[in-house]
C-alpha cells in the first residue's frame, strides 16, 4: 500500500511519511474546528450535519493541509494535491489526448554528465510520443556526449559566437526535427532567434523552487549553498518554458523535497537528482502530448 502510493506520487519514503503525516495532522485540526465551531453555533448535531460537512470538506480541511503543509515542508505537493481533488470534485476533467501519430522530435541541450539526459532518452526509447533526436552540446568532455554516443544518438557540439550571436545553429536544430527542446543542465543563456523560432516549445529544469534562487550564477552548487544559508526548509526542482532570460519562463511543474539538518550542496543535489529523473521525463512527455 505505501510503496503504491510512493509510485502513484513519484515521492521518496522520507517524504511519504511527511505527506502522511501532514494529512494525518490537517485532518484532526479540521475535525477540532468543526467540533469547536458546531458548540460555538448551538444548533442540533443533525441539522448541522450536511452544511457542517461541506464547509469541513471544502474550506476547513484544505486550509488544514495547506497550513500544515508549510511546517512539514509538503507545501508544492499539497498545493498540486488539492488542484486535482478540486477539479475532480468540479468534473473538470483533463483532456487526455491520444499519442500523435509518429514520435515528435526532442532534441537535449546538455553541457554536464547528463543524467537527465539519459532518463529523458531511456523513457522514450519505445515511446511513440516522442524520441530524443539530437544532443546539443557546448563542452567537448561534457558526460552527455558519451551517453549519445552509447545510444546511437547525435551530437551537435556548438561554438559560443555562433549560438549567441549568429543563427543559433538553427538549420542544424531544424534538419533534425525539432519539435521541443529540452536543456537539461544547459547554462549558456537562449538568444532570442532560438526563442522566436521555437515559441513555449523550449523547457528548462531548475534545481530549485523558483522565483527563488533562480537568475544568472544560479547553477549547480551555488543554488544548493543559497538555499541551504537561508535556512530553508524545503527545496525542489521547476520545469519551465524558456524565454530570453534566465530562470524565467512560465512554470509547467514543480515538485519539493525537504532541506534537511547537515546537508551540504552535494547531498542536497543528490536528493534532488532523484526528483528530476522521477518527473523530468514524464512532464516532457505531457508537454510533447499538449503540443500534438
Ligand atoms: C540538474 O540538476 C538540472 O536541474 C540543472 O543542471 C543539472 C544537470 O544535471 N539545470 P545532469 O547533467 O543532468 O546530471
Same mark, same amino acid.
Given at each position: 500500500m505505501l510503496e503504491r502510493l510512493k509510485q502513484k506520487w513519484g515521492v521518496s519514503a522520507g517524504r511519504l511519511v511527511l505527506i502522511l503525516v501532514t494529512f494525518a495532522v490537517g485532518g484532526s485540526l479540521s475535525g477540532i474546528a468543526a467540533k469547536k465551531m458546531m458548540s460555538l453555533i448551538g444548533i442540533s448535531q443533525a441539522a /448541522?450535519? =450536511?452544511p457542517l460537512y461541506i464547509i469541513v470538506v471544502t474550506v476547513i480541511w484544505p486550509f488544514s493541509v495547506m497550513t500544515v503543509s508549510l511546517f512539514t515542508g509538503q507545501f508544492v505537493f499539497f498545493? #498540486?494535491?488539492l488542484a486535482r481533488m478540486g477539479s475532480r470534485m468540479t468534473g473538470r476533467k483533463k483532456k487526455t489526448k491520444p499519442p500523435p501519430s509518429s514520435p515528435k522530435n526532442i532534441t537535449i541541450f546538455a553541457s554536464? !554528465? %547528463?543524467s537527465n539526459a539519459q532518463k529523458? =532518452?531511456?523513457?522514450f526509447r519505445n515511446s511513440e510520443t516522442g524520441k530524443v $533526436? /539530437? =544532443?546539443v552540446c557546448n563542452k567537448p568532455k561534457a558526460g552527455v556526449i558519451k551517453i549519445a554516443e552509447e545510444s546511437g544518438i547525435p551530437v551537435l557540439l556548438i561554438e559560443k559566437k555562433r549560438f549567441t550571436e549568429g543563427d543559433a545553429y538553427l538549420p542544424e536544430l531544424r534538419a533534425a526535427g525539432t519539435d521541443l527542446v529540452v536543456l537539461a543542465g544547459f547554462l549558456w543563456k537562449i538568444p532570442q532567434a532560438l +526563442?522566436? $523560432?521555437y515559441p513555449r516549445k523550449i523547457m528548462n529544469i531548475h534545481p530549485a523552487l523558483l522565483p527563488n534562487y533562480g537568475g544568472k550564477g544560479m547553477f %549547480?552548487?551555488? +543554488?544548493? #549553498? !543559497?538555499v541551504i544559508t537561508a535556512g530553508d526548509l524545503q527545496? %525542489? =526542482?521547476t520545469i519551465h518554458y524558456v524565454d530570453e532570460h534566465y530562470d524565467h519562463g512560465d512554470i509547467i511543474y514543480q515538485a519539493a523535497c525537504p532541506v534537511l539538518p547537515g546537508d551540504t550542496p552535494e547531498i542536497l543535489a543528490a536528493r534532488i537528482h532523484q526528483l528530476e529523473h522521477a518527473h523530468f521525463p514524464k512532464v516532457v512527455e505531457k508537454v510533447l502530448l499538449k503540443q500534438s
Open positions: /448541522l450535519y =450536511i498545493r #498540486q494535491y554536464g !554528465a %547528463g529523458i =532518452i531511456e523513457y $533526436a /539530437l =544532443i +526563442v522566436d $523560432a %549547480g552548487h551555488h +543554488v544548493h #549553498q !543559497a527545496s %525542489g =526542482i
